[in-house]
C-alpha cells in the first residue's frame, strides 16, 4: 500500500479528471477511448483507487486537449477548481485576444463595484457605531 500523502495526492487528481471530464461531457468509457486508457483505469483514478502517474494523465490532458500545466494549475493540489472555475477557464481559452481583454476588464468592473459597496457598508456601520 502507498503511503497517506501519496492517497491525499491520488484522489486529488482524480478528482481533477472527474471534474475535466464532466465538464467536457463525457463518460469515463469515452474518456478512456479517446485517451487509450482503459475504463477501469479511469474509474480508479476518479475514485483514488489507483496511484496517478505521469504518463496516464499526459493521455488523458491530450484527450482533452489541455497541457499537464492547465491540468494542475490550481493554488494547492489539495484544493481543486470549482466548477464555475473550470467553466470559466475553459471559455477563456476559447476567445480571441482582443475578446479576452474585453472579459477582464468587465470582471474588474465587477470586483471594483463590489468593493464599492463594501466600502460604503464599512462606512455606515462606522457611523452607527459613533
Do not use: W
Request: proline share 2%; glycine share 4%; charged share 30%.
Amino acid at each position: 500500500m502507498y503511503n497517506s500523502m501519496l492517497g491525499e495526492i491520488s484522489m486529488d487528481v482524480g478528482l481533477r479528471v472527474k471534474q475535466l471530464r464532466k465538464l467536457n461531457n463525457m463518460t469515463t468509457k469515452e474518456l478512456s477511448s479517446l485517451c487509450g486508457v482503459s475504463q477501469s483505469t479511469i474509474s480508479k483514478l476518479e475514485n483514488g483507487n489507483r496511484i496517478p502517474d505521469i504518463p496516464i494523465i499526459e493521455k488523458i490532458c491530450n484527450a482533452l486537449n489541455m497541457t499537464l500545466v492547465e491540468f494542475f494549475m490550481t493554488e494547492k493540489l489539495s484544493e481543486p477548481l470549482d466548477e464555475n472555475m473550470i467553466t470559466l477557464i475553459y471559455l477563456a481559452k476559447h476567445l480571441k485576444d482582443d475578446q479576452l481583454e474585453k472579459l477582464c476588464d468587465f470582471i474588474k468592473t465587477i470586483i471594483d463595484e463590489d468593493k464599492v459597496v463594501e466600502s460604503k457598508l464599512q462606512v455606515r456601520k462606522m457611523k452607527n457605531i459613533s
